[in-house]
């Protein structure tokens, strides 16, 4: 079956950086687009980056661009999130998903991914 697992998170001063990873078994990860989403104590899960199937373009939401990274290896089905200038609001629980949208644009809504990794929690301290 398909696992995503992501590992990486942790409790670290704003300002500080963190580097996610999911890793990926079970399908075909180089023909999935990867994303990853966060989740705040008592908010819904929202979008923060997406990154295409073949790695070629990426988007971002506006609270992260310029602070944020996705990347990927498809040589050893992970994907990436590199966290930078981190700030107290970042603080959630990061998701990684997976869809295999092949369509113009980007998806950022929750319910169209196709699979959920468990999560990993980012803490922030101000």
């Known amino acids: 079956q398909v696992q995503l697992v992501e590992s990486g998170g942790g409790l670290v001063q704003a300002g500080d950086s963190l580097r996610l990873s999911c890793a990926a078994s079970?399908?075909?990860?180089?023909?999935?687009?990867m994303c990853w989403f966060r989740q705040a104590p008592g908010k819904e899960r929202e979008f923060v980056a997406v990154i295409r199937w073949s790695g070629g373009s990426t988007y971002y939401a506006n609270s992260v661009k310029g602070r944020f990274t996705i990347s990927r290896d498809n040589a050893k089905n992970a994907v990436y999130l590199q966290m930078d200038s981190l700030k107290s609001e970042d603080t959630a629980v990061y998701y990684c998903a997976a869809d295999s949208y092949r369509g113009r644009g980007f998806i950022t809504t929750a319910k169209e991914y196709d699979y959920w990794g468990q999560g990993t929690q980012v803490s922030v301290s101000s």
């Open positions: 079970g399908l075909t990860f180089s023909t999935y687009n």
